[in-house]
T-cell receptor, first 113, second 114 residues
Framework: KNQVEQSPQSLIILEGKNCTLQCNYTVSPFSNLRWYKQDTGRGPVSLTIMTFSENTKSNGRYTATLDADTKQSSLHITASQLSDSASYICVVSAGGATNKLIFGTGTLLAVQP | DAGVIQSPRHEVTEMGQEVTLRCKPISGHDYLFWYRQTMMRGLELLIYFNNNVPIDDSGMPEDRFSAKMPNASFSTLKIQPSEPRDSAVYFC????????????FGPGTRLTVT
């Protein structure tokens, strides 16, 4: 069964600290993996898209990693800011004839001053 | 570009009433997606279109839900009759080139059915 699991469900950190969010998936055939940031009351915004051959991709203070062998991805946030408070959603695209998107339930991050 | 536009932003209706949600995708995008988001189930893909043609509606929960895309710049999601369990935020998104490519989301419509 195609599944995407994210951990932790929620996280509270102090401003300026780093944090790492996890995404484990069982999706086949794998096409790509995306991380979205969703601010409260807004639609999700794409942070990174990674294909099978990519191990790391950065977008400013956000760095995503992908280990296709263990089917794990992480999103690392460096020097967190209050504006990083949001829900982070991992989405895996199943390719081939399946051609489906499988969504994680998200990690809710709160950055406190 | 103004991005994906959705209307209304908020809708409150009584059970049994018809609800119509509207979406204008980004100009030039050939894929349009309708999503539903709830606390319990997260984001769910309901249906998506390519060049105005429905490609996959397997996520549409029941026959009470229907979606149309009469032209490249407009789509509707209709619920008839509405039920309290339909209360959710409904997002429209569009992309250029396919389901596996980057999607741009609208601000969503928060639907409350009482």
């Amino acid at each position: 069964k195609n599944q995407v699991e994210q951990s932790p469900q929620s996280l509270i950190i102090l401003e300026g600290k780093n944090c790492t969010l996890q995404c484990n998936y069982t999706v086949s055939p794998f096409s790509n993996l995306r991380w979205y940031k969703q601010d409260t009351g807004r639609g999700p915004v794409s942070l990174t898209i990674m294909t099978f051959s990519e191990n790391t991709k950065s977008n400013g203070r956000y760095t995503a990693t992908l280990d296709a062998d263990t089917k794990q991805s992480s999103l690392h946030i460096t020097a967190s800011q209050l504006s990083d408070s949001a829900s982070y959603i991992c989405v895996v695209s199943a390719g081939g004839a399946t051609n489906k998107l499988i969504f994680g339930t998200g990690t809710l991050l709160a950055v406190q001053p | 570009d103004a991005g994906v536009i959705q209307s209304p932003r908020h809708e409150v209706t009584e059970m049994g009433q018809e609800v119509t949600l509207r979406c204008k995708p980004i100009s030039g995008h050939d894929y349009l997606f309708w999503y539903r988001q709830t606390m319990m189930r997260g984001l769910e893909l309901l249906i998506y279109f390519n060049n105005n043609v429905p490609i996959d509606d397997s996520g549409m929960p029941e026959d009470r839900f229907s979606a149309k895309m009469p032209n490249a710049s407009f789509s509707t999601l209709k619920i008839q009759p509405s039920e309290p369990r339909d209360s959710a935020v409904y997002f429209c998104a569009s992309s250029f080139s396919g389901i596996s490519y980057e999607q741009y989301f609208g601000p969503g419509t928060r639907l409350t059915v009482t």
